[in-house]
């Protein structure tokens, strides 16, 4: 299973910015989108931001204007810039990327990143 690898992660203080990366460890194609995931504990993980190949990007309602999705789809490569970051967003963010092959959803992920807010 192709994984992806993320990095960035880290400590930062109430209403600082992290960045996030991510890059597939090896070459995928015909990928569909990329997009992170957080999960929360005792929740289900939650995608809220994406970016499609051709470059169209959606947002969560809970990170529209302080975060921003970018990266190259072809290239495999996903960013995530995270501005004004609050202390209930202190969780472990994931990378993910997918295609759909004769109507199954592939899934790629990577290994998670945990992202501290705190004083």
């Known amino acids: 299973q192709v994984q992806l690898v993320e990095s960035g992660g880290g400590l930062v203080q109430p209403g600082g910015s992290l960045r996030l990366s991510c890059a597939a460890a090896?070459?995928?194609?015909?990928?569909?989108?990329m997009g992170w995931y957080r999960q929360f504990p005792g929740k289900e993980r939650e995608l809220f931001a994406a970016i499609r190949n051709g470059g169209t990007t959606n947002y969560a309602d809970s990170v529209k204007r302080r975060f921003t999705i970018s990266g190259d789809i072809v290239k495999n490569a996903v960013y995530l810039q995270m501005n004004s970051l609050k202390a209930e967003e202190k969780t472990v963010y994931y990378c993910?990327?997918?295609?759909?092959?004769?109507?199954?959803?592939?899934?790629?992920w990577g290994q998670g990143s945990q992202v501290n807010v705190s004083k």
């Open positions: 993910n990327a997918w295609m759909t092959n004769m109507g199954v959803k592939h899934n790629y």
């Open positions: 090896e070459r995928l194609q015909s990928l569909e989108a």
